[in-house]
């Protein structure tokens, strides 16, 4: 088998926790999916049913973890993890509810609100960082992939994640991060070339940043 010219890609976006139902900032806090959470991703990975897939990849949290293993035990696969497309890590902000963070760090959390590429959450991980780590990390385990055809491969991702890949794979830019999480579906559909799949893994951190 050799490497495919073509790869589809099935986005899962991984199920809530009791942070998130709560509407409290998670970050890449671990946590587990609740009974409403996996309500969730049980009707969402329905699309897959019947559907063959080459891999379902997830980070390491226990909620994309659990998500990995529904979508990967309906279609017949077994889930890979992949620490690279963990969630962006937001520091002293995580479990906080917003209106708490913007009462302790009304400057900074503004900015982030508005630009989240413009600051960095206090003890957290820089948007651009998140960005090299998530894609870099993803192509890298997409470039692995060997099909005779056209592969398809699931990937789980906590929301901020899950929305830096859409980025990627729209060509849209990370200052838009917010209004590209809002158009994430539970569940959809990529297709993405071997060239763009070598460009991100090859690419150098000083490459990416400046497409910013």
């Not at 589809?8 to 009974?35: C, F, K, N, Q």
């Not at 035990?73 to 479990?95: H, S």
Request: proline share 6%.
């Amino acid at each position: 088998m050799a490497k495919p010219e073509q790869l589809h890609l099935i986005l899962i976006r991984a199920g809530s926790s009791t942070w998130d139902e709560a509407g409290r900032i998670v970050g890449d806090a671990d946590l587990p999916m609740t009974d409403a959470g996996r309500a969730d991703v049980e009707a969402a990975i329905e699309q897959l049913d019947g559907m063959k897939l080459a891999a379902v990849f997830a980070g390491t949290d226990e909620a994309s973890e659990q998500t990995a293993a529904a979508a990967a035990g309906l279609v017949a696969c077994k889930p890979k993890t992949c620490t690279t497309i963990n969630e962006v890590d937001l520091g002293l902000w995580e479990g906080l509810m917003p209106g708490e963070a913007e009462e302790k760090y009304p400057t900074v959390f503004k900015q982030w609100s508005h630009d989240p590429t413009s600051v960095t959450p206090p003890e957290g991980e820089p948007l651009s960082d998140a960005e090299d780590r998530i894609i870099t990390g993803l192509a890298k385990a997409l470039d692995k992939i060997k099909s005779d055809g056209e592969p398809v491969v699931g990937i789980v991702l906590r929301p901020i994640a899950l929305g830096i890949v859409r980025t990627w794979l729209t060509d849209g830019n990370l200052r838009e991060l917010w209004d590209e999480m809002e158009r994430c579906e539970p569940i959809e559909r990529h297709v993405i070339r071997r060239e763009a799949i070598v460009s991100a893994k090859d690419r150098a951190p000083a490459e990416r940043a400046a497409r910013a």
